[in-house]
């Protein structure tokens, strides 16, 4: 939960702060401006589904031998916080806040993207390591 708060807290103050020093630019459609057409409330719709369905992973009962997964439980968290941060945005501006630049694409994420991202990564890795590790056991 802690960091959910802290992702959603830093992302919107973020935001505020780049907002004030004119570096926003409005995005209606999802990651990096692609599907701009689909609509604010699809959008909103998909991403409050998405968001449950992420918490329910997070705080759903596990078996003895999946309770310590750490790297699952801050993946879900980061993909939480930024998808609820970002929620917010479209709620409050009908558009997500991005002011990050992207280097070389001429595109702007913004913090809650990120989170997303390393949350992506980490669950991904998570489950290639629990993967590998079925696998070997299998073979041994």
Do not use: Y
Request: with cysteine.
């Amino acid at each position: 939960m802690v960091v959910i708060l802290v992702t959603v807290g830093l992302d919107q103050v973020t935001k505020r702060l780049a907002a004030s020093a004119g570096l926003v630019t409005l995005n209606a459609g999802g990651s990096l401006g692609l599907g701009a057409g689909l609509g604010h409330l699809c959008w909103t719709v998909g991403s409050l589904g998405v968001i449950g369905w992420l918490w329910w992973q997070l705080v759903r009962p596990r078996p003895a031998h999946q309770a310590k997964e750490r790297w699952s439980d801050l993946g879900l968290a980061l993909l939480v916080g930024g998808g609820v941060s970002n929620v917010l945005d479209r709620l409050a501006f009908g558009a997500v806040r991005d002011w990050l630049p992207l280097p070389l694409l001429g595109l702007s994420n913004n913090l809650a993207d990120w989170a997303i991202t390393a949350g992506l990564a980490a669950v991904v890795w998570r489950a290639l390591v629990r993967r590998r590790s079925s696998l070997t056991k299998k073979t041994s």
